[in-house]
């Protein structure tokens, strides 16, 4: 198989699922790390309820091809936390850390991470109508996957140029603004945190190009 395809691939996005990653002896993203933990670790932190994964599966065939693991995460008081704006704390901010996302290089450039992200933040923004967070946190592995998260409206913390951050109040305003735009069956909306004010304001940006909507097929 050559390294890397060019064109989209509809998958998936599953449960972890111990057969399927026993299966996926040959996922290589690029970074062994990453590869290790899906196969080594992924399991125990599932049963330990420390994460969760969820698996990138093209259906014919059952082909892992990607992954994602979410957990939770604080940052304390005088910390990130004066770094992205919220001033002085006296008690650690709550979210949820975005541990994971990988991608196996194979298949490349088929907006496989692109699907993966977005279906691990609609996951975060359902379970924040229950627990309460502020924030959704990834620690990216190198500059190029800075420059992926940047692209969906995540900051950079100052001082940590591989950790960003996305506010929950703005991700569930981009949703909502996704839900009851009238191009919705074709695009998937990612706004910039520092220009969000309301739902109205997103949908009138849509409407007029001025936002950057990214289709379905992208990527």
Known sequence: MAEGR??????????????????????????????????????????????RTFLAVIPRGDHVVGYYATTTYRIEPDDESVEFGAGHRTYPIP??????????????GCGIGRQLLVDALTRVAEASRSVGFELVVVDAIDDRAVTFYARYG???????????????????????????????????????????????????ECRTGRRSWLPRTSE
Not at 172 to 186: I, K
């Open 6 to 51: 060019s064109g989209s691939v509809t998958i998936e996005v599953r449960s972890y699922d111990r057969g399927l990653v026993k299966k996926a002896s040959g996922f290589s993203c690029g970074h062994p790390d990453l590869d290790d933990w899906l196969r080594m670790h992924a399991g125990q932190q599932e049963r330990r309820n420390n994460t």
């Open 154 to 204: 995540f900051t950079r913390f100052e001082g940590h140029p591989r950790k960003l951050f996305l506010p929950t109040k703005h991700l569930l305003t981009t949703l909502e603004a996704q839900r009851t735009c009238p191009r919705t069956a074709r695009c998937t909306c990612v706004v910039s945190t520092t220009c969000v004010q309301s739902s109205d304001n997103v949908q009138d």
């Open 95 to 108: 979210a949820v850390l975005m541990a994971r996302l990988a991608v196996d290089r194979h298949w490349s």
